[in-house]
């Protein structure tokens, strides 16, 4: 829009502290890792889609024409036939797990699927799968799946804005209960649950966890071995960068391996499997709980965000992280609160992710308004809730301060009134 | 290896008729559309990965750059949320699908699984799955996973090498049985099913049924309306060209959709995705068997497939086809079985699909030799099946003919005697 003022705004209170923070960030560097066509574009939205790192595309002309072009079906023995499990050593590391207790499968909810079924399929007397209504609703959704096919049912604990939500899971954790499965981080609010302390909660009473890590993998430290989680499921293409709608992963933790049945066996799970022998036979290990061939151009193009998050480093990655969100907040409590803007995610950074929610009785036409004129990215939740995915690894603190500017003089000048009656979209 | 004679085999019988049936192929100019980058190499295995289109590396060029790059997550709702739907919406005529029938879902295992819990979840008393022992391995896994799952079981009939599968079908049809699944062509003979035939005895029979088509799909006319099938599913990497480990599909007649539920139902497959409502409440039609995100790469790649498929035509396809596998046959009846090679394909070109099959107690060395001295691609199977996919979009009577004199000439001076020891991988 004509005349839209895109910043910097040197004059707004926090412009010094935001160049400040940006000279003294040690992976500031990693910004040029990625393509970024319009620096006047700020994107807040790397919690739901991660920006394209700019080793994705020589690989992909590798793969494509090199392997798939030349090698033809000899690349299925050369590099393919165990990319996922190559990747998915790769990805351990970044979330705490041991060598072969992770591949890349299929997508998150399929995973969640898989792990649920195997998990309430051991569970002998138990037949409870406790949730919280934090969760992100496909994961709802599948685990309501699970116990209609096995006979058990879904308690979903009321955790959502909560003071006290360990206490609430607490209370349903009872003699009943066979598995915990929860978003380790919340798709709206951002709230993070302590995974060690809640993993511990559900062992006592007898439970296993089954964590979705999507809102959390490549942003924080997770420690699944030290943690003592049992399964762990997530997506790639939030802040590992790994490409619209790349392959999920699936973490079983080792000693459970053996008695934990995939409900969907395959030639790729099998023991031998170019014997195409008439009876399944798992193979050992994680390699059991593969389904169907995988997506080799979508799965070879998640391994450059890996390696940038490994390089950062995880702990860089959640200082810097922690500072930007922080820093959002500062700048929100200053400039946004008063126009009517509410935090909806935690002040605590202890317990917050990577994303920042503020609700607004206008939040729809105001997030059309920010992409359209504003050059803003931001991701909407219905009904109210606009959400900043902050990504360590290409956004600036300077980004923040200046899309509060753009927010607070969209607000105030009603730019965003003729977005109103718009259909409410993906975004 | 120096001084293996690559040919043209100008002297050998069958050469004229050879050059003869590729100046009269009305679809011989399709091949220019393939990435062939050594015309010596004779790829006789797009039964199991199909040759990259030339079309694919431009399409993912856009694809990476402007959409995911430049467009970042506003692509999701400017393109990719429903590519699967639109994707979908071209493999349906190709397969005799009305539009709404078909979407591009998961890996085959997965859709197998999804619609065979679906079939059997409504069957009420009927608990038996009825299968062969032709069908694809995975098949077998996954429809015993779904009986285990259900409480049911599956009884595999033995029609393979069977002069009347018919008959051993309709047998084990019985009042218990809930499904029937089998390959429509079978993986390892090429045989293939008459569809409309085997659906009829099953209706006959009170089951339903479900086909994988993945050895049919692109290379045989399928008309699914006509013959009445309930379900299909397949891949689209063989004869549909659409690239390693690219997702399947998955088909559900549409008086079906209503009553048949996804057993992984996903917000994707939701009335009302973007209100993230707690309640799964399933989309009308064939959406609500989306699961979870799709793979946009390994996706957006398989339409370059799709479109030669479709402008070739599919009858032209399957005459051509045809036309490929008979002079293979001849050739081999003449030039091959003197020398131990054992036809393993039905005879009957009704009966066979698109790949033919040897066997020969030294396959594996053979393969081993044909693909390292022979520059011929076949495919092994164990223990003694050397499979030759003749691909119509890019195959010649020529490279059969060549291929053929290769294989005779390996056969007869013993050059595959040192391979021989080596380790069974995934050709």
Redesign the interface.
């Given at each position: 829009m004509t005349g839209f003022h895109l910043g910097p705004f040197a004059g707004a209170t926090g412009f010094s502290d935001a160049v400040g923070l940006d000279e003294a960030d040690p992976i500031f560097d990693f910004r040029e890792r990625y393509?970024v066509?319009?620096p006047e574009l700020i994107?807040l939205?790397g919690n739901?889609?991660g920006?394209?790192p700019r080793a994705?595309?020589p690989r992909?002309?590798e793969l494509?024409?090199d392997?798939?072009?030349?090698g033809?079906?000899?690349?299925?023995?050369e590099t393919?036939?165990d990319l996922q499990i190559a990747i998915g050593e790769r990805l351990a590391p970044l979330i705490g797990a041991l060598p072969g207790e992770v591949i890349i499968s299929?997508?998150?909810?399929?995973n969640l699927?898989k792990l649920a079924?195997a998990a309430l399929?051991v569970s002998e007397s138990r037949r409870k799968i406790v949730t919280d209504?934090a969760n992100?609703?496909?994961d709802?959704?599948?685990l309501?799946?699970v116990a209609g096919?096995?006979g058990g049912y879904v308690e979903?604990v009321r955790t959502e804005g909560s003071t006290s939500p360990m206490a609430s899971l607490e209370a349903a954790l009872d003699e009943e209960a066979a598995l915990l499965s929860l978003s380790s981080t919340a798709f709206?609010s951002g709230y993070t649950y302590d995974i060690a302390g809640v993993t511990a909660l559900a062992h006592r009473a007898g439970a296993s966890v089954l964590w979705d890590l999507s809102h959390s993998a490549g942003v924080m430290p997770i420690d699944l071995e030290a943690s003592g989680a049992d399964m762990a499921v997530g997506?790639t293409?939030k802040y590992l960068n790994g490409?619209?709608?790349?392959?999920?992963f699936l973490y079983v933790r080792r000693d459970l391996q053996g008695s934990l049945a995939?409900?969907?066996?395959?030639?790729w799970g099998?023991a031998e499997?170019?014997?195409?022998?008439?009876?399944?036979q798992p193979a050992e290990g994680i390699r059991s709980f593969h389904?169907?061939?995988?997506?080799?151009?979508?799965?070879a193009?998640m391994e450059a965000g890996f390696t940038d998050v490994a390089e950062a480093g995880i702990d860089r990655i959640r200082a810097k992280s922690v500072s930007l969100t922080e820093f959002f907040i500062r700048q929100w409590e200053e400039h946004l609160a008063p126009l009517g803007f509410a935090l909806a995610s935690p002040l605590d950074p202890e317990r917050r992710g990577s994303h920042v929610s503020l609700s607004h009785p206008e939040a729809w036409p105001l997030d059309r308004a920010l992409?359209e004129i504003g050059m803003v990215?931001p991701?909407f939740?219905?009904p109210d809730n606009l959400r900043f995915g902050l990504a360590p690894l290409y956004n600036t603190h300077l980004e923040v301060h200046t899309a509060v500017q753009r927010i607070r003089a969209i607000a105030m000048t009603g730019a965003h009134a003729p977005f109103a009656g718009e259909k409410?979209?993906?975004?």
């Open positions: 393509h066509a319009d994107y939205d739901s889609l920006r394209l994705v595309l992909l002309e494509v024409v392997q798939w072009g030349d033809l079906i000899r690349s299925w023995n393919w036939w299929d997508s998150t909810s399929v699927y079924m399929g209504d992100f609703p496909t709802l959704y599948v309501r799946g096919a096995l979903m709206k997506c293409y490409g619209p709608g790349a392959p999920a995939s409900p969907i066996p395959g030639w099998h499997p170019f014997a195409f022998d008439l009876d399944y389904s169907g061939t995988m997506p080799i151009l979508s799965l193009a992409i990215i991701d939740r219905a409410l979209t993906v975004t």
